[in-house]
């Protein structure tokens, strides 16, 4: 079974420091040191998959392979799909802690890295 590691676009691999200029629209450079983590991942033996909200559109789906391959980004998929994982890197995601109870107060006080 492959290992595999599905990686947010836009935050996390893309800067995203202009924030949402359409799906075609990808221009700000990568998170610093991105490319070498993701490199050590694969190289480690996962399998890196990118899933992202771009990709519900073909042209999505190619905006963001045209930008790894410019910047030399490996991966291993883009994905049209969310695949099973063994785990989700994500800007906008709360990591679940059995506490059901606390999830109002998570979200209420949630804030991407790069505000």
């Known amino acids: ?4 590691v599905v990686f ?4 996390v691999i893309h800067s995203y420091t202009s ?4 799906v075609e629209v990808c221009d700000d450079p990568p998170v610093p040191g991105i490319k070498e983590a993701i490199h050590g991942i694969r190289e480690a033996g996962y399998c890196v998959c990118v899933y992202s909200s ?3 559109s073909i042209e ?15 991966v291993d998929e883009v994905s049209m799909r969310k695949p099973p994982a ?10 679940f802690d059995g506490k059901p ?3 109002l107060e998570k979200i209420n ?3 991407v890295w790069y505000k």
């Open 1 to 4: 079974m492959k290992k595999i």
């Open 19 to 22: 924030g949402w200029q359409g």
């Open 60 to 74: 999505g789906i190619g905006a963001i392979g045209e930008y790894l391959q410019k910047h030399g980004i490996e």
């Open 8 to 11: 947010d676009f836009d935050g």
């Open 86 to 95: 063994i785990v989700y890197i994500d800007d906008r995601a709360i990591c």
């Open 109 to 111: 006080n949630f804030q």
């Open 101 to 103: 109870e606390t999830l």
């Open 54 to 56: 771009r990709c519900s």
